[in-house]
């Protein structure tokens, strides 16, 4: 619940054996928490593997976790099975959401980040691919399906999807890692307002320097990062007016 009051939503994996945990119990699947998703395991056949839990209370959806194939701990790549191979889709799945380039989206997140993330967990939960093997087993009834809850938030945001005609773009970001400062190219192909921001790796605004207005065309801003600590950062190019922006990571050593 705290994690969720941060606006982070948790997968979790059910047991890998065929029982009901509303009657069983299981751990952390059966925590009563809004902002926990309980995942068990469905197959490439589309159904609910025999040796994952159910339940129709506690765990939300099924996800692919039979012959999932990743990289091994012993190198190489090689097939992953069970539900803990099925919640990592899940988790991946709310990562993409929160990703999605849309600004009320991310102001939203950003203003009311609990109530954003029970949103999140929604776009995922009503938009499933109905199963009959978890109908009466799971609170959706149904299979994830990424592409369902991606068009679910953006009519949801009243926002059209377009391809390839983001009206800036981020041409070069250099030198990367850097010491001190980076030089920043972008295009853009309209007359907009800039800003540049910086970001660390828990979403925080470490810095933003505001360009102003720009016309259409090649711009290079340079960017002193000496008072950053060493790490990981995200620099966004934020086009005000046009609510679009392009990102980019560096490293500060």
Do not use: W
């Not at 091994?72 to 959401?97: D, E, M, Q, R």
């Not at 290079?220 to 620099?235: A, D, R």
């Amino acid at each position: 619940d705290l994690l969720g009051q941060a606006g982070i939503l948790s997968a979790a994996a059910t047991a890998n054996v065929g029982l009901d945990v509303d009657i069983a119990g299981d751990l952390p699947t059966t925590c009563g928490s809004n902002f926990l998703i309980s995942v068990t395991n469905t197959n490439y056949n589309d159904h609910k593997a025999l040796s994952a839990a159910y339940g129709k209370k506690h765990i939300d959806l099924g996800a692919p976790g039979a012959g999932i194939f990743t990289i091994k701990n012993s190198g190489g790549y090689g097939s992953f099975n069970g539900t803990s191979a099925a919640s990592p889709h899940v988790a991946g799945a709310v990562a993409l959401l929160y990703s999605a380039p849309v600004l009320a989206f991310m102001e939203d997140a950003q203003n009311n980040p609990a109530q954003h993330a029970l949103r999140v967990k929604d776009f995922i939960l009503n938009e499933t691919d109905p199963l009959p093997d978890l109908q009466g087993k799971s609170v959706s009834g149904g299979r994830l399906n990424l592409h369902q809850s991606l068009l679910k938030l953006y009519q949801h945001y009243n926002t059209p999807i377009t391809r390839n005609n983001n009206p800036i773009k981020l041409n070069a970001v250099y030198p990367n890692p850097t010491e001190d400062e980076m030089h920043v190219q972008f295009t853009v192909n309209q007359n907009t307002t800039i800003n540049v921001q910086i970001y660390n790796t828990f979403g925080q605004q470490m810095q933003q320097q505001v360009i102003g207005k720009v016309g259409a065309g090649i711009h290079q801003v340079t960017l002193s990062l000496m008072t950053l600590p060493k790490g990981i950062y995200f620099i966004n190019v934020y086009a005000v007016d046009l609510g679009k922006l392009v990102s980019e990571k560096i490293i500060v050593q």
